[in-house]
DNA sequence: ATTTTTGCAAATGATTTGCATTCAT
DNA sequence: ATGAATGCAAATCATTTGCAAAAAT
């Protein structure tokens, strides 16, 4: 990949905080260049293509750590996998429970009425909406 | 429990189609008798208080059953643990991060505005609400 | 008799952990 | 040198699976 996006990315991390390392750095080139949605699996190969020695448990502790920072967030979505979203703008999502395909919603196109008061003791996380389809039977 | 409860879950399973076992019974018993959050393992314990022969596989085989027959919901709001809901109202909810906790939000409360219009061969399944809120640290 | 339901124990698969090594300061 | 980051393999833990025994029809 171009020094440009390897700069960006890098400069990306320091302003959140995180000290650069080579697979830091190209986790961020797989998650934060454009917004995707992948499993830690998906991630570890994709990384591993540029960068094979790198171990799972890396991932694992990176993506944690993007995730602290808030560059990625982690959507409970599917039972058997984690998904790293790294849309980082207000948004919802819709799911295919057949196909396992996400796509995301505009916090614009959608919105949420009613929530609820919270004493001053609690404090709000996020709003997750997830819109669950079923594409026709195969 | 009194007899009264029996037959009324019986009635119910059989009203959706599914053959009564003692098992089966049971853990309508835990599950339905009221709108209860709870995962596997904590229905698990409570159906073996009572039925101490009930295997893991029998819950794990009889919520699934109960899900397709729309008793109870599967709730996808912690990546760690299902959890199994048996309000079978419309309704949200909210989570607290730090507890586990979750609360019922029911849909007069709370209201979704703007879902996708969904092409003719997706048809809609569900859509769900988590509020996650965290309480103040301890 | 045949099909359904169950229990048990083993398998699976995502995530985490312990620890020794390597890297950065 | 010291603390942080990494890799590796083993551990963990919820859920699933295969199969044989028990129950229901």
Same mark, same amino acid.
């Given at each position: 990949?171009?020094?440009? $996006?390897? @700069? +960006?990315?890098?400069?990306?991390?320091?302003?959140?905080?995180?000290?650069?390392? %080579?697979? #830091?750095?190209? *986790?961020?080139?797989?998650?934060?260049?454009?917004?995707?949605?992948?499993?830690?699996?998906?991630?570890?190969?994709?990384?591993?293509?540029?960068?094979?020695? $790198?171990? @799972? +448990?890396?991932?694992?502790?990176?993506?944690?750590?993007?995730?602290?920072?808030? %560059?990625? #967030?982690?959507? *409970?979505?599917?039972?058997?996998?984690?998904?790293?979203?790294?849309?980082?703008?207000?948004?919802?999502?819709?799911?295919?429970?057949?196909?396992?395909?996400? $796509?995301?919603?505009?916090?614009?196109?959608?919105?949420?009425?009613?929530?609820?008061?919270?004493?001053?003791?609690?404090?709000?996380?996020?709003?997750?909406?997830?819109?669950?389809?079923?594409?026709?039977?195969?």
């Amino acid at each position: 990949m171009d020094r440009l $996006t390897t @700069r +960006a990315m890098a400069e990306r991390l320091r302003e959140a905080g995180i000290p650069v390392t %080579l697979q #830091r750095l190209e *986790i961020a080139r797989v998650m934060l260049q454009q917004p995707v949605h992948l499993s830690a699996d998906q991630i570890l190969s994709a990384v591993r293509a540029t960068v094979p020695e $790198t171990s @799972r +448990a890396t991932v694992y502790n990176t993506l944690k750590l993007f995730r602290e920072k808030k %560059l990625v #967030r982690e959507l *409970i979505v599917d039972p058997d996998r984690v998904v790293f979203d790294s849309n980082t703008d207000p948004h919802y999502h819709l799911y295919d429970v057949n196909t396992g395909e996400l $796509t995301d919603v505009s916090a614009d196109e959608l919105r949420v009425i009613g929530v609820p008061q919270l004493p001053p003791d609690i404090e709000l996380e996020e709003v997750d909406v997830i819109i669950r389809v079923r594409g026709k039977r195969t």
